[in-house]
C-alpha cells in the first residue's frame, strides 16, 4: 500500500515490514519442526496459498477475465451496431460527422470559477463553479464537462481529481453547466475544465478524440 509519496521513504518502508514479517512470523513457522520432520502450521500455510492464490493465476482465469470484460462486451456491441441493416452504426457515423464539423464552433459564453491564484484550498470547503456555453446545433446531452485538478512540482503536474459538471440548463442552443463540489484536500493547486462530446454508442472516451480545455 502506497502510504508515502517519497519513494525512496516508501521503499525504506516497505522493506521493513518485509523483513519483520519474515523474522517474527515466516522463519518461526517455517522451522516449527515436529517429529515427523515437517511444520503442520507452514504445511497448513502453503496449501491455502495454493488453494487461494493459484487459482487467480491460472489459464482458466485469463480466459474468463477476457470473456467477462472483453469478448462477450464486444458481441454485444456488434449485435447493436449491426442489427436493422446496422441502424445504429450510421447514426453513430452521422453523429460523429455532425460533431466533427460543429466542434469549433463552440463558443464560451460565461466561465464562473473559484479563484485559487493567492489561496490555498481549504479543506472541507465549498466550492461552485459554472460555464455558459453557446453550442449551436450541438446538443446540450451531447456536451460534457469536467473539472480536472492537478498539483504542480517541479514545473510537472500530477493529477489530483477530476469532478463531472452538471447540465442545469438548455435554452435556444446556449447550456449552462455547473458544479458544487466540498474539497476533500487542502494545498495549492491548479485546474482547467475539459469538454468533449458524449453519445451512449459511444464504446469509450477515446474513441472519438474531440476535446476542449477552458
Known amino acids: 500500500e502506497q502510504i508515502y509519496e517519497d519513494h525512496e521513504l516508501q521503499n525504506a518502508m516497505d522493506a521493513e515490514i518485509i523483513y519483520e514479517t ?7 513457522m517455517y522451522y516449527e519442526i515436529n517429529e515427523k520432520g515437517y511444520s503442520p ?3 497448513m500455510q502453503i496449501k491455502n496459498t495454493i488453494a487461494q ?5 491460472t489459464m482458466k482465469r485469463q480466459l474468463d477475465d477476457y470473456y467477462r470484460k ?9 449485435n447493436i451496431l449491426t442489427q436493422n441493416h446496422y441502424e445504429k452504426a450510421r447514426e453513430l457515423t452521422e453523429w460523429k460527422k455532425m460533431m466533427t464539423d460543429s466542434w469549433n464552433n463552440i463558443e464560451i459564453v460565461r466561465v ?24 449551436n446545433n450541438i446538443p446540450a446531452h451531447n ?15 500530477f493529477y489530483k481529481d477530476v469532478y463531472e ?22 494545498g495549492v493547486y491548479e485546474y482547467a475544465f475539459r469538454v468533449y462530446p458524449t453519445h451512449h454508442l459511444l464504446p469509450h472516451r477515446q474513441d472519438f478524440p474531440l476535446v476542449k480545455w477552458i
Open 22 to 28: 519474515l523474522e517474527d512470523e515466516i522463519l518461526p
Open 41 to 43: 502450521r507452514w504445511a
Open 53 to 57: 492464490i493459484a487459482p487467480h493465476f
Open 70 to 78: 472483453f469478448y462477450s462486451k464486444l458481441l454485444t456491441r456488434s
Open 112 to 135: 464562473s470559477y473559484p479563484n485559487t491564484t493567492n489561496n490555498a484550498i481549504e479543506l472541507g470547503t465549498y466550492y461552485h463553479a459554472e460555464i455558459v456555453l453557446q453550442l
Open 143 to 157: 456536451i460534457g464537462i469536467e473539472m480536472v485538478i492537478t498539483e504542480k512540482e517541479n514545473d510537472t503536474h
Open 165 to 186: 459538471m452538471e447540465l442545469i440548463e438548455e435554452r435556444n442552443g446556449r447550456a449552462v453547466y455547473s458544479l458544487h463540489v466540498e474539497a476533500t484536500w487542502s
